[in-house]
C-alpha cells in the first residue's frame, strides 16, 4: 500500500480534521450536561483533584501512602457511581456522554503499533480514487460500459482471428488483472491504434484497483517526462520530488500514450530508470502504446524494448476507430 506522500498527507489531514471535530462534539454535549445537572460539574471537578492526588502521592512515593491512595480509589468509586446513576436518569441519547474518539482502534491517531490503522487506510483509498477520477474523470470507465460489439466480426489475417473476439479476451483478461490484483501482479502493454479503447479499458482497471486499496498513479508519458524534466532541471520544488517518488513506488503504475513524446536521450533514460526499477522492485506497470511491437522495438532503445517485450503480456488492439463510430472512447 505504497501510496504517495501527498495523498498519505491529505489523509491525514482529514483524519485530524475528523478527531478535533469528534473532540468538540465530545466537549459540547459535556458542556450542555453540566449545565443541566450542576452536580455532574461537580463531580467531574472532584474525579480529577483526585487524580492529580493520586500522581502526586506515586511522584513523592512516601512511606505508607496505601491508606490515602485507598481511601481516594474508593472515593473515586464512590463518585462514578453518582455520575453514573445521574446520567442514567437524565435520559441521554445512547452515546450522547461516553467521550468515544474518532476511531476506537487507534483514538485518531491512525496508527496502532507500526501499523496503519484501517481508518487511515480508507481515507487514504478515498483520496487515491478522488486523485484518479481528476484524471480518468467520474466514471464512465467501467467494464461493464465497454462495448463489444462496435469491433468487427470479420476475420482479421494479421491477427487470426476476429477483431471482436480479440477484444473479448481483452476484456476478459483486464477484469481478472483487476479483480486479482496484489502488489507485483503482471505487466501489461496495450499496443495498437489510437481510438481502439485502451484508455477506456486502463481506466477501468485503475478504479477498480484503486477501489480495493491499492495505489494507482495513472498518467500520460508526455506528463511524466515533464515531472522529471522540472526535477532535472532544478526547477523542481519539493513536491516535484515527491511526484516523481509516486512512479517508482505506486502499487500500480499506468503509462498512458507512451510513443506520441518526443524521444531524447533524456525521455529515453527517464523511462528505462522507471521500467527497470520497477520490474527489479517488483511494481506492476500497464504501458499502452499507439505503436505496434515492431516500431516499438526501431522507437525505443533495444535496453528498454527488450525489457519491455521480455517482461510484458502484450494485448494487442485492433478494430476500426472508435471514438468516430459512437463517440466515446479515448
Ligand atoms: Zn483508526
Known amino acids: 500500500m505504497a501510496y504517495s506522500e501527498e495523498i498519505l498527507r491529505r489523509a491525514r489531514r482529514r483524519l485530524e480534521q475528523a478527531k478535533a471535530e469528534r473532540e468538540r462534539e465530545n466537549e459540547e454535549h459535556l458542556n450542555v450536561a453540566y449545565q443541566r445537572l450542576p ?6 471537578r472532584e474525579l480529577r483533584l483526585n487524580m ?3 500522581a502526586s502521592i506515586a511522584l513523592r512515593s512516601e512511606d505508607s501512602p496505601s491508606l490515602t491512595v485507598a481511601q ?8 462514578q457511581r453518582e455520575r ?3 446520567i442514567d436518569a437524565e435520559e441521554f ?3 450522547y456522554l461516553d467521550d468515544s474518539p474518532v476511531c476506537s482502534k487507534c483514538g485518531g491517531s491512525g496508527y496502532y503499533g507500526a501499523e496503519m490503522c484501517s481508518c487511515l487506510k480508507e481515507l487514504c483509498r478515498q483520496e487515491q480514487k478522488k486523485e484518479l477520477t481528476s484524471l480518468i474523470g467520474s466514471g464512465r470507465e467501467t467494464f461493464d460500459n465497454f462495448r463489444l460489439d462496435v469491433y468487427p466480426d470479420q476475420y482479421d489475417h494479421t491477427i487470426g482471428t476476429t477483431p471482436r473476439t480479440l477484444m473479448t479476451q481483452n476484456l476478459r483478461m483486464a477484469k481478472a488483472f483487476a479483480a486479482g ?3 507485483g501482479a503482471e505487466n501489461l502493454l496495450f499496443s495498437g491504434m489510437t481510438g481502439l479503447g485502451k484508455t477506456f479499458l486502463s481506466a477501468c482497471i485503475a478504479r477498480q484497483v484503486a477501489d480495493r486499496g491499492f495505489s494507482v498513479v495513472y498518467e500520460t508519458a508526455i506528463r511524466i517526462f515533464e515531472d522529471f524534466e522540472r526535477v532535472k532541471f532544478g526547477s523542481g520544488s519539493e513536491e516535484d520530488r515527491s511526484t516523481l517518488q509516486k512512479y517508482f513506488l505506486c502499487d500500480l503504475l499506468i503509462i498512458d500514450d507512451l ?3 518526443m524521444t531524447t536521450q533524456f525521455t529515453i533514460s527517464a523511462l528505462y530508470r522507471i521500467i527497470n526499477t520497477r520490474l527489479m522492485e517488483n511494481r506492476s506497470t500497464i504501458i499502452s502504446t499507439n505503436l505496434d511491437t515492431n516500431a516499438f522495438e526501431q522507437w525505443y532503445h533495444a535496453q528498454i524494448s527488450s ?8 494485448m494487442i488492439f485492433k478494430g476500426q476507430d472508435l471514438r468516430r463510430k459512437q463517440g466515446g472512447f479515448r
Do not use: A, C, M
Open 259 to 261: 510513443g506520441s513524446e
Open 307 to 314: 525489457r519491455v517485450l521480455g517482461n510484458y503480456r502484450v
Open 39 to 44: 452536580r455532574l460539574r461537580e463531580i467531574d
Open 93 to 95: 441519547e445512547e452515546g
Open 84 to 86: 453514573e446513576w445521574i
Open 181 to 183: 490484483f496484489t502488489p
Open 72 to 79: 481516594i480509589r474508593d472515593k473515586n468509586l464512590e463518585l
Open 52 to 54: 492529580v492526588q493520586l
